[in-house]
Structure formats: structure tokens, C-alpha cells
């Protein structure tokens, strides 16, 4: 089980990036992502970056990416393929390591006659990093990164893209200069926060992957692909799933002991690798009540250790808080899940995270 700590700053090397470089680069991109790229502005100085995402035509998710306007970056118009004009509008979109093959076939399909052009850059030529947890602005600020595209949010932090060779000066939490990134996933897994791999391709809706609440969609903006049942979601306001940290529990006595402690300072968690022994996308259920069938209530997402995140419905979270004051799973309603050899399941503990029914809620209100 990897250390909890509080705030680190992270190499991400499951995180890569591809590049999309041309004058009609834009609006390239403003017909296919679910922000507002066009509304950057100039991009001839530093701008931060967007989070976003890219959506098949039945609105589904397909890659969380964050998007950032690269045009003013020296690095950035050094390392250009040749042919490529530096002055003319450049972004470097960051995507899962596993999935970038995947967007650059997706954005190749969309450009048709549109002048720009869409590369891979070289492993060697950029890194992805993060600042994370509680008071990440205070790390951000030790920082000197002239060269870094930056992207921020209050709840996943600060995202930066720089050149290999550029020295990250004051981030030296630690001896080895940076927190494991394995705390940084057991921090994201705790706070609630999915990415690539976790968010099922092609299934779930931004809202039930709380990309609304992360800010990863702009209501207000024009079309983009899968935009209309997106819009139609949002103004129904009923979002019946989210993707929730979830905690794993072998026996009775554990399970209980879980609701009630969540929140606390010290987090309960298990040394002990649970989740390895279940399947990704795993139905999460209520124990079966006599004549009846196990009634499905989430889908397993990914996890480590006895921590992990799931998709569950929003409607079983709605009275039962915890004497943390957190909202979890009612104790009498318990949840379980099978490993697979249909033998052994492992209890299921849920929790509805403050921040996101204040984001959903706040994203509600601006959208509306």
C-alpha cells in the first residue's frame, strides 16, 4: 500500500501528450471538445490551459484530456516538424499514455480539409507533472517553470507540461525530489478524481464522470460532437450515477467500522492489496433478499489496495451521514462485490465527497 501524504508534486508517466499545430487549429478544436478554445484569446503569451474532453456522437466519454495553447512557448516552436509556421496557433493536448494512439486517430478522422496538423511529439521532448492536495498553491508557488505550460483547477490542482531538460527548481518534498506516483493515485482515488483508463470509453456520461463539477464542460459554447444529449442531461438536472471513492472490506465487522470511521484524520486504510483480485467493471450489488435477485447498484472502476473508485447510483446516498459528517453508505444498506470465482466478495463502503455535490451544484447553476 503506497503512503498517504497530503501534498506532493508528481511526475506523471501515465500521462502523454500530442500536438495539434495550425491556422485553422481553433476552430479545429472548438468543434470537437467540450470547452471553449476559441475563447483563449491571443496565444502569443502565456495562457493556461483547459481541462476538457473529447465525447463520441452519442455523447459519451471518450478521453479526459487538458488542453494548453503552446504557441508562445519557445520549446514548443523549437521542437515543430519542419514545414510548420511557429507563428501560427499550436496546442499540446495531455491525454492517458494508453489512449494517445487512440485521440490522434479520433482528432485524424475529424480534419478533413482543416489546415492543421496532428503529431505525436518525441517521449524525450516533454513531461507531464502535477501539484497536488491540501495547499498544492503553496508548492506552486516555490516553483520556477518559464518554460512550463500550466493548467489549474481547486480540486485536481496544478497540471505542467515542460521540457525534459528544464530543471523543476523547488520540488523537493522528498529525497528523491518528488512524491511517488503512486500517492499521487491513492490521493486521486480518495478525493473521487477518475482518469483515462477508470473512465469506461464510450459509455458513461460526462456528468456521471463528474467532469461537470471539474469544470471539464462549458454549457454556453456552440456545437461540438456529442454536445446534444450533454446539454439535454444538464438542463434535465438528473444525473442518476457518479464516480465515487469506494472502500473494500472483508468481514462484517470491518464494513462497519469503515462507514462510521471515513473522514476521519487518518484515512482507514488496509495494507493489504484487495483490489487486485477484481475484475474492472465488476457489478457492484445489494445482497440478494429471500426470492429475489442482488439488486446492481455500481460498477467497479479501479483501485489500490482496499481503495478504489466506482460508478454508483447518486439516489443511495441521499439521508445516511457518518459521526464524521460525511455522506457513505448506510450501514443498512450494505453493498458487496464479487471477485469473479463466485466464492469469495469483498463489502463495498461509498462515499459521496463534499466537493462534488458543491461543484455539481455550482455547475448547475452557471449552465442553467
Not at 442482488?294 to 481503495?307: F, M, P, T
Request: charge should be neutral; aromatic fraction near 8%.
Amino acid at each position: 500500500m503506497p503512503t498517504r501524504i497530503r501534498r506532493g508534486t508528481t511526475n506523471l508517466t501515465t500521462r502523454s501528450v500530442i500536438a495539434v499545430h495550425g491556422q485553422d487549429a481553433p476552430s479545429f478544436l472548438q468543434g470537437l471538445t467540450t470547452r471553449n478554445v476559441q475563447a483563449l484569446g491571443d496565444l502569443s503569451s502565456p495562457i493556461p490551459g483547459l481541462y476538457a474532453a473529447f465525447l463520441n456522437a452519442r455523447g459519451r466519454v471518450l478521453h479526459d484530456v487538458h488542453i494548453f495553447p503552446a504557441t508562445w512557448n519557445e520549446h514548443y516552436k523549437n521542437t515543430l516538424p519542419n514545414g510548420l509556421d511557429p507563428e501560427q496557433p499550436g496546442y499540446i493536448i495531455e491525454v492517458d499514455v494508453k489512449q494517445r494512439q487512440q485521440l490522434k486517430k479520433y482528432l485524424e478522422r475529424f480534419r478533413l480539409r482543416a489546415k492543421v496538423k496532428i503529431w505525436e511529439p518525441l517521449e524525450h521532448e516533454w513531461e507531464v507533472w502535477a501539484n497536488w492536495g491540501e495547499g498544492w498553491q503553496g508548492i506552486a508557488e516555490n516553483q520556477q517553470h518559464s518554460n512550463g505550460l500550466i493548467s489549474e483547477s481547486e480540486i485536481m490542482g496544478q497540471r505542467i507540461i515542460r521540457p525534459v531538460e528544464e530543471i523543476l527548481e523547488g520540488t523537493k518534498p522528498r529525497d528523491d525530489g518528488t512524491a511517488k506516483i503512486e500517492s499521487y493515485e491513492l490521493h486521486r482515488m480518495l478525493t473521487g478524481l477518475a482518469e483515462g483508463g477508470e473512465l469506461i470509453q464510450g459509455e458513461a456520461l460526462p456528468q456521471e464522470s463528474n467532469l461537470d463539477a471539474l469544470g471539464a464542460i462549458d454549457f454556453r459554447k456552440g456545437c461540438y460532437v456529442g454536445q446534444e444529449l450533454t446539454i439535454r442531461t444538464h438542463h434535465t438536472g438528473v444525473v442518476r450515477k457518479r464516480i465515487l471513492p469506494v472502500y473494500l472490506a472483508r468481514t462484517e465487522e470491518e464494513r462497519l467500522a469503515l462507514s462510521e470511521n471515513i473522514g476521519k484524520e487518518v484515512a482507514p486504510l488496509i495494507s493489504e492489496d484487495y483490489t487486485s483480485a477484481i475484475s474492472r467493471g465488476a457489478a457492484i450489488r445489494e445482497p440478494a433478499k429471500p426470492q429475489q435477485q442482488k439488486r446492481a447498484v455500481g460498477k467497479w472502476l479501479g483501485g489500490i489496495g482496499n481503495i478504489g473508485l466506482a460508478v454508483c447510483k447518486v439516489a443511495d446516498f441521499s439521508s445516511y451521514r457518518n459521526q464524521q459528517g460525511e455522506l457513505v453508505t448506510s450501514p443498512e444498506r450494505p453493498m458487496e462485490i464479487d471477485v469473479g470465482d463466485g466464492e469469495h466478495r469483498f463489502w463495498v463502503v461509498a462515499r459521496y465527497p463534499s466537493w462534488l455535490r458543491t461543484q455539481s451544484e455550482k455547475s448547475s447553476r452557471r449552465g442553467s
